[in-house]
């Protein structure tokens, strides 16, 4: 682990810098693949989950009766924690529904907002050595609660052709109208032109490699949105002497055991506890069955210190985490003065595990700094504002002359006609 002390603003930037792979050869692959899903649909979706995933089938979608045999299969225990965090994650999000804004702004003159669900939705959910069942309540449940019409799944299979059962599990659960075991590159393409098989969706969900993460940005490219720009989980803990090392430790290792991307930070005003914080790591590192995973990750982690609290909080700002941990004396100046962080955990008692499963935030958040400028995923993420208004005879008189002014001043005449036609209608009594 990389130790740094009092670093200098003008070094920050570098200290803090992710780890990034070149995307150049990946855009031509993502490109080429695209292409070819738009020409050729599921023809091509084949082809590429036999070349990528090693399996071949003709029909991507699951049946009701593999959902029903992995159902059966789950363990009543996983069940039951499935359960508990669905519903903690539906009070939050139900509690973000937010009602109609209605005002007059003038006389005559109403205006209000509606929130519509964006009717037709895509989740990604990968497979691979950590089938994130977890995700899919994530995404599910809000578009679920903001009434998106059609929720589409897909996942990649593993070497029987198959999804994971909790997976299947969690997104019948969470009424998941389509399940497609399809990964990769070509999932998101599907999703983005649609195939006989796979539905074109509006808006695109969910996290994935790096292959996934370019490919959901040029699907932007055909018209489908996305919930975020995205790459590998980070997290940020600040501590100091009230912390305890054990703690640190773990909620740092369980971000560097998503993958050997994955960076964890440690800011402190406090030299011991980085010692002790340190000499955790190692200790429990030795049992974690994803070690060699989370040891490239360690590898390239950082423990900062710092002098104080002030100098913390900027460089944390400055960093804007994807996770960021408070366990300090003064936790309630972080708390109030952060500017760009996707979700906060507070306190010795609060690990970031809670968040990514049962606590109810949402866990799909902001990577690589957006947190700077993008919110993670919430109920809004599935809905649209949608604004109307209505302008009665008064209504239309009483901001007239100011459009008609403003229209000219444009030089837009049309636009200016359209409201002097209807003055001039109202002064003939018509």
């Known amino acids: 682990?990389?130790?740094?002390?009092?670093?200098?603003?003008?070094?920050?930037?570098?200290?803090?810098?992710?780890?990034?792979q070149t995307i150049g050869d990946i855009e031509v692959t993502v490109k080429e693949i695209f292409m070819e899903v738009q020409i050729n649909g599921d023809k091509a979706i084949a082809k590429y989950t036999s070349l990528f995933d090693g399996v071949e089938f003709d029909n991507s979608a699951v049946s009701k009766l593999e959902i029903d045999q992995a159902i059966s299969t789950i363990p009543s225990a996983l069940k039951g924690a499935i359960q508990l965090a669905k519903s903690n994650i539906e009070k939050f999000h139900s509690a973000q529904k937010t009602a109609k804004v209605e005002i007059e702004t003038i006389e005559g003159v109403n205006c209000w907002q509606e929130k519509r669900p964006i009717q037709k939705i895509g989740l990604y959910i990968p497979g691979g050595t950590a089938p994130l069942f977890s995700t899919v309540l994530m995404l599910a449940v809000p578009a679920k609660i903001a009434g998106c019409k059609e929720i589409v799944?897909?996942?990649?299979?593993?070497?029987?052709?198959?999804?994971?059962?909790?997976?299947?599990?969690?997104?019948?659960?969470?009424?998941?109208?389509?399940?497609?075991?399809?990964?990769?590159?070509?999932?998101?393409?599907?999703?983005?032109?649609?195939?006989?098989?796979?539905?074109?969706?509006?808006?695109?969900?969910?996290?994935?490699?790096?292959?996934?993460?370019?490919?959901k940005q040029l699907a932007t490219q055909f018209g489908v949105a996305i919930d975020m720009p995205a790459g590998p989980s980070e997290l940020l803990i600040v501590a100091d002497e009230t912390a305890i090392p054990a703690f640190i430790a773990s909620d740092l290792l369980s971000q560097a055991e998503h993958g050997n991307d994955s960076q964890v930070i440690l800011v402190s005003t406090s030299k011991t506890l980085i010692d002790e914080v340190e000499k955790e790591v190692q200790k429990q590192l030795e049992v974690l069955p994803r070690k060699a995973i989370a040891e490239k990750a360690i590898a390239n982690s950082k423990l900062i210190y710092v002098e104080n609290d002030k100098i913390a909080l900027e460089l944390i700002d400055e960093y804007g985490p994807e996770h960021f941990i408070i366990c300090t004396k003064d936790e309630d100046f972080y708390v109030n003065n952060i500017g760009n962080a996707g979700s906060v955990f507070i306190g010795n008692y609060t690990p970031e595990s809670a968040g990514d499963y049962a606590s109810g935030t949402n866990h799909t958040l902001p990577t690589n700094g957006y947190a700077k400028n993008y919110s993670g995923?919430?109920?809004?993420?599935?809905?649209?504002?949608?604004?109307?208004?209505?302008?009665?005879?008064?209504?239309?008189?009483?901001?007239?002359?100011?459009?008609?002014?403003?229209?000219?001043?444009?030089?837009?005449?049309?636009?200016?006609?359209?409201?002097?036609?209807?003055?001039?209608a109202i002064e003939d009594g018509k």
């Open 1 to 20: 682990m990389n130790k740094i002390f009092n670093p200098k603003p003008e070094t920050w930037s570098a200290i803090l810098k992710r780890p990034t």
């Open 153 to 215: 799944l897909c996942s990649p299979p593993d070497k029987k052709g198959n999804i994971n059962p909790a997976i299947l599990y969690a997104a019948n659960l969470c009424g998941v109208t389509k399940i497609l075991k399809v990964g990769g590159i070509q999932a998101i393409a599907a999703m983005t032109f649609g195939t006989e098989l796979i539905p074109k969706v509006f808006k695109i969900f969910g996290p994935g490699n790096q292959f996934v993460t370019v490919a």
């Open 377 to 424: 995923v919430n109920l809004d993420s599935f809905t649209k504002a949608m604004t109307f208004q209505k302008i009665s005879p008064s209504g239309i008189q009483n901001i007239g002359k100011a459009i008609e002014i403003m229209a000219e001043a444009e030089g837009l005449q049309a636009h200016k006609n359209a409201v002097t036609l209807r003055l001039k």
